[in-house]
């Protein structure tokens, strides 16, 4: 025994805990004094047997080591037989006891010791003598019942070979707790019961064939019935970008959206514009409804409108209260939105949301790419997590050659954080639009490009020409064979 111990003291039952005095003898725990307090001190020997360390339990819930921690072995390793057919590890001293008491007096020869350091060192502990656990035929982890325990009994188990570990689950906090309720009996049934480790993230295909039977169903439509049939609509869970240049007409295409969203679906909505105040979304999403550009100064030769048609509009749309706006307050914070999306997820069921625009939020960040990355992550995880779907809008970096304003294609790779998003986003579109065209037509003719179709790739690459109705303010769903064969101009003869 190390001079630096103190005194063994003398092996007693300890009826708070429900444990016996052989029970005690065999852990080397005993009732002693440090310092002249009285103490319960757990013995910790190497594995070879000598006592090194000693684990000292004070009134007050003061645990002070005494001793060489770091070459001590399991508690109650040296009590226990090398290459048991199970070997039961819990999180702390007493529940070992706890454990092995029962065990006994049911004359099962499993060993049972614990942990030095609790959940936190847990990992550490087993690793440093993981060549003693292997010996066991089967490990079962019996950590207590939190987080912390369960937490710790998983990264435990990733030490051991497969199908070598589980764990156990009972039905009270830990083993101390069972054995002072008299439940000795539902210790075994869990020892037993224990389940085989694996990861969270493993599912069996024999375990998915009810719902891989069910069958694919058409997502929530779009307002535009062509791309609702190249993409088959909306799903939940899913996340979806647009892109596109300045002016080219992404507010347009996402209030139509919205619109399209509360008032033919019926469906409640939140909206996130960081671009531009909640009033000013109002009267965007009213002119929509009811064919009027209220966000423009009434002007009776070219956009005549009265604000009882506005205040007609806000009726409507007001009726069933289905769109909730978030208001920024002139800043972007990415954990306030969240909040956002997920006050309206439980309190209202909103599970519909639009966020434009996903840059804002990193504008003011040292290094923007990494900060898109770090969005896009979490953003991907709440969509998933909540079952929502999300459109986020996001500008695009400046191309070579021609400009998106004057009609330049949009690639993923002009997406200001493209990697982030492309690796989340299940479809990403971009708008097109020559706005400086001398032909009426070209100008006023949106090109939506599918640039990405996760769901079933069918839709990459197409293109879905609209026009726009200058009366109405609102966008119009065409045909490319509704136009001319060469609408934008230029001699129908010369293929350049």
């Known amino acids: 025994m190390s001079e630096d111990l103190i005194p063994r003291g003398e092996y007693k039952a300890i009826p708070v805990r429900g444990l016996t005095e052989e029970t005690c003898r065999k852990f080397d725990y005993s009732l002693s004094k440090l310092n002249g307090k009285r103490c319960h001190c757990a013995t910790y020997h190497v594995p070879e047997g000598g006592a090194v360390a000693q684990h000292i339990r004070l009134k007050g819930k003061e645990f002070p080591w005494i001793g060489d921690q770091k070459a001590a072995g399991l508690f109650g390793q040296q009590a226990m037989r090398d290459g048991p057919s199970k070997l039961i590890i819990t999180e702390g001293e007493i529940d070992a006891m706890s454990v092995w008491q029962v065990i006994n007096s049911s004359r099962n020869r499993w060993a049972v010791v614990s942990v030095k350091r609790g959940a936190g060192g847990a990992k550490k502990d087993i690793a440093e003598q993981l060549a003693w656990c292997e010996m066991a035929d089967e490990v079962v982890l019996m950590f207590d019942m939190d987080e912390d325990g369960i937490e710790a009994s998983k990264e435990c188990a990733r030490l051991f070979r497969h199908g070598k570990a589980k764990i156990a689950s009972l039905p009270l906090k830990d083993a101390n707790e069972m054995l002072l309720a008299e439940r000795g009996p539902e210790i075994i049934d869990a020892i037993f019961g224990a389940k085989e480790y694996r990861p969270d993230n493993l599912v069996k295909l024999s375990s998915l064939r009810e719902r891989i039977m069910t069958d694919p169903v058409v997502g929530m439509p779009w307002w535009h ?272």
């Open 225 to 496: 019935e062509g791309l609702t049939a190249a993409t088959y609509g909306r799903r939940f869970g899913e996340l979806d970008a647009l892109g596109a240049g300045t002016g080219v007409g992404k507010t347009d295409y996402i209030t139509q959206q919205i619109d399209y969203d509360v008032t033919v679906l019926g469906l409640p909505v939140g909206v996130i514009m960081l671009e531009q105040q909640p009033e000013e979304t109002g009267r965007r999403l009213a002119g929509k409804n009811v064919g009027r550009k209220f966000h423009i100064p009434s002007d009776p030769e070219t956009n005549e409108w009265t604000h009882e048609e506005l205040s007609g509009a806000l009726d409507k749309l007001e009726a069933d209260d289905r769109i909730s706006l978030y208001d920024h307050f002139g800043s972007a914070d990415y954990d306030k939105i969240e909040d956002f999306i997920r006050f309206l997820y439980h309190s209202e069921g909103t599970r519909i949301f639009y966020l434009d625009h996903l840059t804002a939020l990193a504008a003011s960040e040292q290094d923007e790419r990494k900060a898109l990355e770090d969005i896009m992550a979490r953003l991907g995880g709440l969509v998933k997590e909540l079952d929502i779907w999300v459109l986020i809008i996001s500008h695009l970096a400046t191309p070579e050659g021609k400009p998106h304003e004057e009609g330049g294609r949009v690639m993923i790779r002009h997406f200001k954080g493209s990697r982030a998003i492309g690796y989340w986003c299940h479809h990403m579109f971009g708008l097109e639009r020559n706005q400086q065209a001398e032909d009426e037509i070209e100008r006023t003719t949106t090109t939506l490009r599918c640039l990405k179709d996760r769901v079933t790739g069918q839709s990459t690459g197409k293109t879905f020409p609209m026009g726009y109705e200058h009366s109405t303010g609102r966008l119009i769903e065409k045909d490319w064979s509704d136009l001319d064969d060469n609408p934008f101009g230029g001699d129908d003869d010369d293929p350049f």
